[in-house]
C-alpha cells in the first residue's frame, strides 16, 4: 500500500480509502456481515487505514457495521463519517445526531467528519446559521472531532464560495475520468492545492460504472502494451494527480477489494506512461463524443429563482447517453428529488429566460430542459431507478 501525507497535519493515510457503502447485503437488503468483515480485515492486513462510512448508506447500518468490524484497531485506523446537513434544523440537532453517531462506531471520536454532500452553496449557509462553527469549536476542543470537512457535488463557483468561508481541513470531490470538467472539477482541484486544503476524492471509477465500458473504449484499452482492468484505469487515472489525499473505492466483493489494493501498490502520483495517457485520452475523447449537453457544470446560470437544478439535470441527461440510461435517471432523482435538499425537477421551469443569457456555452437552457426531462422524469420509472 502506498500512503500520502496529510499536508496539514503529517498523517500518513492509505492512497485507498474503504467506501461502506456498497458491501455486500443479504436477501433482505441487511449487511451481509461476514464477507463484509473478510473484506475489511483484508484491508486491514494490507495497509488499508482510511475508512469512510455516512448515516445513509446501506438504508442507516453502515456505520453500526463499521463501528463493530473497527472495534479492535480503533486507535490504527481514521474513521470518516458525515453530518447529513438536510436533517438539521437547529444547534440541537447537530449534537444529537452527532453523539448517535459516536455510539453507532462504538468510539468516542471521529477521525474526519465532514458535512454531506453539499450540491449548493445555499445549503453550507443554511447550516451555518444553526451554529455550525460553535459546535465545531466544542467538538474538536473535547477531541471527538479531529478533522473537519465538507463533502461536494457542486459546481467550481459554489466549491470555491464554501472552501473560502470557513476554516475548513479538508474538502471531499467526486473525480474520475469522465468528471474532470464536471462538478467541483479540476479547477476545484488546483483551487484547494493553491489554499493547502487536503481533497479526497469520492466515485473515482463512477459508482462501478467504468468498470462496465462498451465495446469501443475496450478496444482502446486493449491496444494499451500494459493491459490493465477497467476498474484499474480509472483508479490509476485518479492517483496519477498528486493533489489527493485518498480515493474512496465503495467496494462489493473480497476480489474487487484485492484488485484494487494491488493497483494501489503500484499508483504514485505522475507515474502513468506516455503510452497510458495517449491510451486514456483516447477512451475519455470517445466517453465526450456522446455527451449531448456541453455544459461544463461552471454554474453561471444559477440560482434559478424556481429552483431548477441546471447543472445536475445536464449532468445527469449527458449520463444517460454516456453510461446508461438507469446511471441518468437515478442520479436526476437523487440532484432532483428533494434527497440533497429541496427539489429541483426540470418541470420546475417557468421558462423565464434568466439562466440562458448567463451561460457561456449559449445552451438553450430551456429547450434542453424539456429534452431532458422527457427521457429522465417519466413517473413511471421513478420507483424502479432506485
Ligand atoms: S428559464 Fe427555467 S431554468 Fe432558466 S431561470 Fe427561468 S425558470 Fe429557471
Ligand atoms: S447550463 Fe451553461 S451556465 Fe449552466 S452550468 Fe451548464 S454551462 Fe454553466
Not at 503529517?10 to 485507498?16: K, Q, Y
Not at 488499508?48 to 480503533?74: C, K, M, W
Not at 469520492?202 to 502494451?225: H, Q, S, V, W, Y
Not at 456555452?361 to 432506485?386: C, F, M, W, Y
Request: a negative charge.
Amino acid at each position: 500500500m502506498l500512503y500520502r501525507k496529510n499536508i496539514k497535519t503529517g498523517e500518513d493515510i492509505s492512497i485507498l480509502g474503504f467506501g461502506a457503502m456498497r458491501m455486500p447485503t443479504l436477501e433482505d437488503g441487511t449487511i451481509d456481515k461476514q464477507p463484509s468483515q473478510q473484506m475489511v480485515n483484508y484491508c486491514l492486513e494490507h495497509g488499508v487505514n482510511y475508512f469512510d462510512t455516512a448515516i445513509p448508506y446501506h438504508g442507516g447500518q453502515s456505520e453500526a457495521f463499521l463501528g463493530e468490524a473497527l472495534q479492535d484497531v480503533r486507535k490504527d485506523v481514521y474513521i470518516a463519517t458525515k453530518m447529513l446537513h438536510n436533517n438539521i434544523n437547529t444547534y440541537d440537532d447537530m449534537e444529537k445526531m452527532f453523539a448517535q453517531q459516536l455510539k453507532n462506531l462504538r468510539t468516542d471520536y471521529i477521525d474526519y467528519y465532514m458535512v454531506h454532500g453539499f450540491v449548493n452553496a445555499k445549503l453550507w449557509h443554511r447550516l451555518k446559521a444553526f451554529g455550525f462553527a460553535d459546535f465545531v469549536k466544542k467538538y474538536k476542543a473535547s477531541g471527538a472531532i479531529h478533522r473537519i470537512g465538507f463533502s461536494a457535488h457542486m459546481s467550481f463557483p459554489d466549491f470555491k464560495e464554501v472552501l473560502d468561508d470557513f476554516d475548513w481541513d479538508f474538502a471531499q470531490m467526486q473525480y474520475n475520468y469522465i468528471d474532470e470538467d464536471i462538478q467541483v472539477s479540476s479547477k476545484g482541484l488546483a483551487y484547494a492545492q493553491a489554499k493547502g486544503i487536503p481533497l479526497i476524492v469520492m466515485e473515482p471509477i463512477r459508482g462501478g460504472l467504468l468498470t462496465t465500458i462498451n465495446d469501443e473504449i475496450k478496444a482502446i484499452f486493449d491496444k494499451a502494451r500494459e493491459k490493465k482492468t477497467p476498474a484499474a484505469w480509472a483508479l490509476r487515472w485518479v492517483w496519477n494527480h498528486p493533489g489527493f489525499l485518498t480515493v474512496l473505492s465503495g467496494m462489493s466483493t473480497l476480489e474487487q477489494v484485492k484488485q484494487n489494493i494491488e493497483t494501489a501498490s503500484v499508483a504514485l502520483p505522475n507515474s502513468m506512461t506516455a503510452d497510458d495517457m495517449l491510451i486514456i485520452n483516447e477512451a475519455i475523447a470517445a466517453f465526450k463524443s456522446k455527451i449531448v449537453v456541453p455544459c461544463t457544470q461552471c454554474g453561471y446560470c444559477m440560482p434559478c429563482p424556481y429552483g431548477v437544478r441546471i447543472p445536475a439535470i445536464f449532468e445527469s441527461y449527458n449520463l444517460y447517453y454516456i453510461l446508461s440510461e438507469t446511471r441518468g435517471k437515478r442520479w436526476y432523482y437523487v440532484m432532483t428529488s428533494g434527497m440533497m435538499g429541496g427539489k429541483g425537477e426540470a418541470s420546475l421551469c417557468e421558462e423565464c429566460g434568466v439562466c440562458e443569457s448567463k451561460c457561456p456555452q449559449g445552451i438553450h437552457i430551456i429547450d434542453e430542459l424539456k429534452n431532458a426531462k422527457a427521457i429522465l422524469a417519466p413517473d413511471e420509472t421513478r420507483e424502479s431507478v432506485i
